[in-house]
């Protein structure tokens, strides 16, 4: 924040929740002029707008799902000048009328969400993000990228077409989600795996990703038969149809959404308790963008990745059909082997995933890895069996002939080539080969093989398998234990069973002013807020406005009708006060108006009535005049009032 405050061309790398948004939208209210802000996002663009409106800041969109009405507004708000932060999508910069619109609003900082859609190597590469380069040299003003995910090509590229290759001011704020479980699984009836791990979570909103349109369909079908809300969200829906399930999802309370990759990035839904993937994703930086919208609060949140042979393939297919160079494919190929990788791990999974974006940690005791350590055998002779193998064929087949090289199976192709005569051939028979491909999936997931596009998909060594194969390191792998899902999973309360039935009904009134205003349920107060309600018990106005969430606007707004589940009643506040609530300047307030109370008709009780308004004490109490004649300066404060009052306030006042 200092850095965007200052004027520095700033890059932030923060995690998902780690209040990317705050350090562009607080500067925004303190420096002068204009913040545009480029995101890729229309709903996420909606939200936010949404979310600052009902913090009492003047912001706005410009989308293609705007209304007339909300376009109209926000040229309103930019001639009169009282816009802070104006968002727009990347795609507007092809229009040549953008660069004289935003001269003329005084636009003084550029803001990039979602930065690593600039990069060609990042996994969302959006063309029209290359032009914002452009824009901030048109403009001569200072630009703030901010992201959650880019590795060091990523970050690199970020900087190039942003920034010129000049390094901005950096930040890298750490890629550790802690408050999220790590879980993965081989596919055993994935269907049953999903719904167990739903039925343990009853009640909490989830998101489940699937490979498929076909299977959204399918699956959330399934979950709505085992009696959860549930809808399915994918690219071939109609527009309507997809913003109803994201108003559905965003004010429901315990829905379901069943989704491929389209949903998600633009519902800022901070109360996601869980997220599962039915199939393996595409890479390691989208598991992490997709696991990244559960526990936005900071709650605990749960995750599971179901992944399998069919996956594997399914993704394999998907770089090699591409239309990328084959430098990009074989970059595609690594990244997936890093995900492979995290799935196959042996230890911490969490120290492997903070790995690959170049952070060391120790094991974090919130994986499944970590909650129980995976049986493993040595599998240095087979690996290195398996890499002789790979060498003698010339580097150019597959894992299937492969390992029917290695079990001595005389298949035509093994015949055709004659590899029944090679040094490898039947050297693996004392495993099966299940086994083999086992070994095999698990090689390409440390890196040690890489299939080439240029070779139809043939299996190639990498460096690292050098030192395996001269037999200067030890290798473990995972024995395959394929366990069947199981329902009794216990599940992680949010609050203790004396608060639940609080929280519910807190949720129950969060949902009802929700739909009142047609917002969603966090806009309100989020599932975290509503917690520590129901946790903390607030029984004043001055005790709700120290709940982490409950800013002077939602106090203002929303404090009474909590104060009211919560205490029965809420007893009323004098706005001037209420402004004050839950700070040493409140206190000062209630100490100044008691003290003003005994003194209304004088020290004897018997002369003319005579009080401050609340406005004047709250000035007195803000200000803290150190002397009568500072006194006598508040708006207000007339010479009689001074008179009677001011050595009993100037005493309270010194006395802190």
């Given at each position: 924040?200092?850095?965007?405050?200052?004027?520095?061309?700033?890059?932030?790398?923060?995690?998902?929740?780690?209040?990317?948004?705050?350090?562009?939208?607080l500067?925004?209210?303190?420096?002068?002029?204009?913040?545009?802000?480029?995101?890729?996002?229309?709903?996420l663009?909606?939200?936010?707008?949404?979310?600052?409106?009902?913090?009492g800041?003047?912001?706005?969109?410009?989308?293609?799902?705007?209304?007339?009405?909300?376009?109209?507004?926000?040229?309103?708000?930019?001639d009169?000048?009282?816009?802070?932060?104006?968002?727009?999508?990347?795609?507007?910069?092809?229009?040549?009328?953008?660069?004289g619109l935003?001269?003329?609003?005084?636009t003084?900082?550029?803001?990039?969400?979602?930065?690593?859609?600039?990069?060609?190597?990042?996994?969302?590469?959006?063309?029209?993000?290359?032009?914002?380069g452009?824009?901030?040299?048109a403009?001569?003003?200072?630009?703030?990228?901010?992201?959650?995910?880019?590795?060091?090509?990523?970050?690199?590229?970020?900087?190039?077409?942003?920034?010129?290759?000049?390094?901005?001011?950096?930040?890298?704020?750490?890629?550790?989600?802690?408050?999220?479980?790590?879980?993965?699984?081989?596919?055993?009836?994935p269907?049953?795996?999903i719904l167990?791990?739903?039925?343990?979570?009853?009640?909490?909103?989830?998101?489940?990703?699937?490979?498929?349109?076909?299977?959204?369909?399918?699956?959330?079908?399934?979950?709505?038969?085992?009696?959860?809300?549930?809808?399915?969200y994918?690219?071939?829906?109609?527009?309507?149809?997809?913003?109803?399930?994201?108003?559905?999802?965003?004010?429901?309370?315990?829905l379901?959404?069943?989704?491929?990759?389209?949903?998600?990035?633009?519902?800022?839904?901070?109360d996601?308790?869980?997220?599962?993937?039915?199939?393996?994703?595409?890479?390691?930086?989208?598991?992490?963008?997709?696991?990244?919208?559960?526990?936005?609060?900071?709650?605990?949140?749960?995750?599971?990745?179901?992944?399998g042979?069919?996956?594997?393939?399914?993704?394999?297919?998907?770089?090699?059909?591409?239309?990328?160079?084959?430098?990009?494919?074989?970059?595609?190929?690594?990244r997936?082997?890093?995900?492979?990788?995290?799935?196959?791990?042996?230890?911490?999974?969490?120290?492997?995933?903070?790995?690959?974006?170049?952070?060391?940690?120790?094991?974090?005791?919130n994986?499944?890895?970590?909650?129980?350590?995976?049986?493993?055998?040595?599998?240095?002779?087979?690996?290195?069996?398996?890499?002789?193998?790979?060498?003698?064929?010339?580097?150019?087949?597959?894992?299937?002939?492969?390992?029917?090289?290695?079990?001595?199976?005389?298949?035509?192709?093994?015949?055709?080539?004659?590899?029944?005569?090679?040094?490898?051939?039947?050297?693996?028979?004392?495993?099966?080969?299940?086994?083999?491909?086992s070994?095999?999936?698990?090689?390409?997931?440390?890196?040690?093989?890489?299939?080439?596009?240029?070779?139809?998909?043939?299996?190639?060594?990498?460096?690292?398998?050098?030192?395996?194969?001269?037999?200067?390191?030890?290798?473990?792998?995972?024995?395959?234990?394929?366990?069947?899902?199981?329902?009794?999973?216990?599940?992680?309360?949010?609050?203790?069973?004396?608060d639940?039935?609080?929280?519910?009904?807190?949720?129950?009134?969060?949902?009802?002013?929700?739909?009142?205003?047609?917002?969603?349920?966090?806009?309100i107060?989020?599932?975290?807020?509503?917690?520590?309600?129901?946790?903390v018990?607030?029984?004043?106005?001055?005790?709700?406005?120290?709940?982490?969430?409950?800013?002077?606007?939602?106090?203002?707004?929303?404090?009474?009708?909590?104060?009211?589940?919560?205490?029965?009643?809420?007893?009323?506040?004098?706005?001037?006060?209420?402004?004050?609530a839950?700070?040493?300047?409140?206190?000062?307030?209630?100490?100044?108006?008691?003290?003003?109370?005994?003194?209304?008709?004088?020290?004897?009780?018997?002369?003319?009535?005579?009080?401050?308004?609340?406005?004047?004490?709250?000035?007195?109490?803000?200000?803290?005049?150190?002397?009568?004649?500072?006194?006598?300066?508040?708006?207000?404060?007339?010479?009689?009032?001074?008179?009677?009052?001011?050595?009993?306030?100037?005493?309270?006042?010194?006395?802190?």
């Amino acid at each position: 924040m200092q850095a965007v405050l200052a004027g520095r061309n700033t890059l932030a790398i923060m995690p998902t929740g780690g209040g990317k948004s705050l350090c562009f939208q607080l500067p925004a209210l303190c420096r002068e002029g204009v913040t545009v802000v480029i995101s890729p996002l229309i709903a996420l663009m909606r939200d936010q707008v949404r979310a600052l409106k009902a913090a009492g800041v003047d912001a706005g969109a410009l989308t293609s799902g705007n209304t007339d009405e909300e376009t109209e507004d926000v040229f309103a708000s930019l001639d009169a000048g009282s816009l802070r932060l104006l968002y727009m999508a990347p795609e507007r910069l092809a229009s040549s009328a953008t660069l004289g619109l935003l001269r003329r609003i005084n636009t003084t900082l550029i803001a990039v969400d979602e930065a690593h859609c600039v990069s060609q190597w990042g996994h969302d590469f959006r063309p029209d993000y290359l032009r914002i380069g452009d824009l901030r040299r048109a403009l001569g003003v200072p630009l703030a990228a901010f992201t959650a995910t880019a590795d060091e090509e990523t970050r690199a590229e970020i900087v190039t077409r942003l920034f010129d290759g000049t390094p901005p001011a950096t930040f890298l704020r750490g890629f550790d989600r802690p408050n999220i479980h790590l879980a993965f699984a081989p596919k055993d009836e994935p269907r049953a795996q999903i719904l167990a791990f739903a039925d343990a979570r009853r009640g909490q909103s989830g998101i489940v990703y699937c490979a498929s349109r076909a299977k959204t369909e399918t699956l959330a079908t399934a979950l709505r038969a085992a009696g959860h809300s549930a809808l399915a969200y994918h690219a071939g829906m109609e527009a309507q149809a997809r913003r109803d399930v994201e108003a559905r999802f965003q004010q429901d309370d315990g829905l379901i959404v069943v989704a491929t990759v389209a949903f998600g990035m633009g519902i800022d839904k901070p109360d996601i308790r869980w997220v599962a993937h039915a199939d393996l994703p595409k890479s390691i930086e989208s598991y992490y963008q997709e696991i990244g919208r559960a526990g936005r609060d900071g709650a605990p949140a749960e995750t599971l990745t179901l992944y399998g042979a069919d996956d594997i393939r399914l993704r394999r297919t998907q770089i090699d059909e591409g239309l990328a160079p084959s430098d990009r494919k074989a970059a595609d190929h690594a990244r997936l082997n890093t995900l492979l990788g995290l799935a196959e791990a042996i230890a911490c999974r969490r120290q492997r995933l903070l790995a690959y974006f170049g952070e060391s940690s120790t094991p974090c005791g919130n994986c499944d890895l970590c909650d129980t350590p995976p049986e493993t055998f040595d599998v240095t002779d087979p690996v290195r069996k398996a890499l002789s193998a790979c060498l003698r064929t010339g580097e150019s087949f597959g894992a299937g002939h492969l390992i029917d090289i290695l079990t001595g199976s005389l298949t035509d192709k093994v015949r055709e080539r004659g590899h029944q005569g090679l040094p490898t051939f039947g050297v693996g028979q004392d495993l099966t080969k299940a086994q083999w491909q086992s070994v095999f999936r698990q090689m390409q997931g440390h890196d040690l093989v890489r299939p080439d596009p240029a070779r139809h998909g043939a299996l190639v060594m990498t460096e690292a398998a050098r030192p395996v194969l001269r037999g200067e390191v030890t290798l473990h792998f995972r024995r395959d234990l394929v366990r069947r899902a199981k329902s009794a999973t216990v599940v992680r309360a949010l609050v203790s069973d004396e608060d639940a039935p609080l929280l519910s009904a807190l949720k129950a009134k969060r949902r009802a002013l929700a739909e009142a205003a047609r917002a969603p349920a966090y806009i309100i107060f989020p599932d975290r807020t509503l917690i520590e309600m129901a946790e903390v018990r607030p029984m004043t106005m001055d005790e709700m406005a120290r709940i982490s969430g409950v800013g002077a606007k939602k106090l203002e707004s929303f404090g009474a009708q909590f104060l009211e589940v919560i205490a029965g009643s809420a007893p009323h506040m004098h706005p001037a006060r209420l402004k004050l609530a839950g700070s040493a300047t409140g206190r000062l307030f209630d100490r100044l108006q008691a003290a003003q109370q005994e003194l209304v008709r004088g020290p004897a009780g018997q002369d003319r009535l005579l009080n401050c308004s609340q406005t004047t004490l709250r000035k007195i109490a803000e200000r803290r005049p150190n002397s009568i004649a500072a006194l006598q300066r508040i708006p207000g404060m007339s010479t009689a009032s001074a008179e009677r009052f001011g050595a009993v306030f100037l005493s309270i006042i010194a006395a802190g």
